[in-house]
């Protein structure tokens, strides 16, 4: 059956993923979820190359769909609400961000607007991070007296430190896309109307890269956050010393040698 709510399509290597429920500025239901997992393990074909992660209207994604959620505890009561909450979160963790972290290629979200609470989180998971300028933040979590989710309490404050990372859970005010970006939460600012032509640009320049040495870098960096320092370098010598085996790599130095543009094929 054709997705409902998620849009996916390919386009020059990239893998698209439009969260489209517009009307609910694309607050996420367990429908949702399952449909963006699906996507994510689209994106595993060889023939995608790198992930653009994005939303329809005037939001990025506006977190989860709460209206549902007082729904369930009119109908279950408290155990219902405790049970779908834990169902969903499993579904958003296991398919969508680990499934994000866990794409052998770059991932690039293209916020576009409100990006709140899961929102917030999505676009945590994603490798780099283009804002309109017109996005707002927002960890939203404490104004509902929920604890955060959908990976925020690991990968937020190694973006931008623990001390402004609970600032942000505490204070639950919007943040702007040009403070965002001076506190290290996204990597680039644009303008609203050239949002959607860079973030795709830049997916496409990806895609054309060594999509094979970006996949091992990102897991990587990833893992050292477990790892000892040695133990951290012993992946990394095993990890060059495997990229020695690729055509990328062995494309990569005849170019250099050469004085040539690389041509990549992330084989």
């Not at 959620?69 to 779908?84: A, K, N, R, T």
């Not at 169902?87 to 296991?94: F, P, S, V």
């Not at 052998?104 to 979200?109: D, N, R, S, T």
Request: net charge negative.
């Amino acid at each position: 059956m054709a997705p409902k709510y998620i849009k996916f399509e390919k386009m020059d290597g990239v893998g698209i993923i439009t969260m489209d429920r517009p009307e609910s500025r694309n607050a996420l239901t367990p429908e949702m979820i399952d449909e963006m997992g699906e996507a994510i393990e689209d994106c595993k074909r060889p023939d995608i190359r790198a992930v653009l992660l994005t939303g329809t209207g005037a939001a990025f994604c506006s977190g989860a769909d709460v209206k549902n959620f007082v729904q369930i505890l009119g109908e279950g009561g408290p155990q219902g609400l405790h049970d779908h909450i834990h169902t969903t979160a499993d579904a958003l963790h296991g398919k969508v961000v680990l499934g994000l972290r866990r794409l052998e290629k770059p991932v690039v979200a293209a916020i576009n607007g409100v990006a709140a609470g899961t929102g917030f989180s999505l676009m945590l998971g994603c490798d780099l991070r283009v804002a309109a300028s017109s996005a707002r933040f927002l960890m939203a979590y404490a104004n509902i007296g929920a604890s955060a989710d959908g990976g925020s309490t690991y990968l937020l404050p190694r973006l931008v430190g623990s001390g402004r990372a609970m600032e942000l859970y505490l204070a639950s005010q919007p943040l702007s896309a040009q403070a965002a970006l001076e506190i290290g939460l996204v990597n680039q600012v644009v303008e609203d109307e050239a949002l959607q032509r860079h973030a795709m640009e830049t997916a496409v320049r990806l895609a054309q890269g060594p999509t094979l040495a970006y996949g091992r870098t990102k897991a990587l960096f990833d893992q050292s956050w477990e790892s000892g320092f040695a133990a951290q370098l012993d992946a990394e010598t095993e990890g060059i010393a495997d990229s020695g085996l690729t055509a990328d790599f062995q494309e990569g130095i005849k170019a250099f040698t050469e004085r040539r543009q690389a041509r990549f094929q992330g084989k």
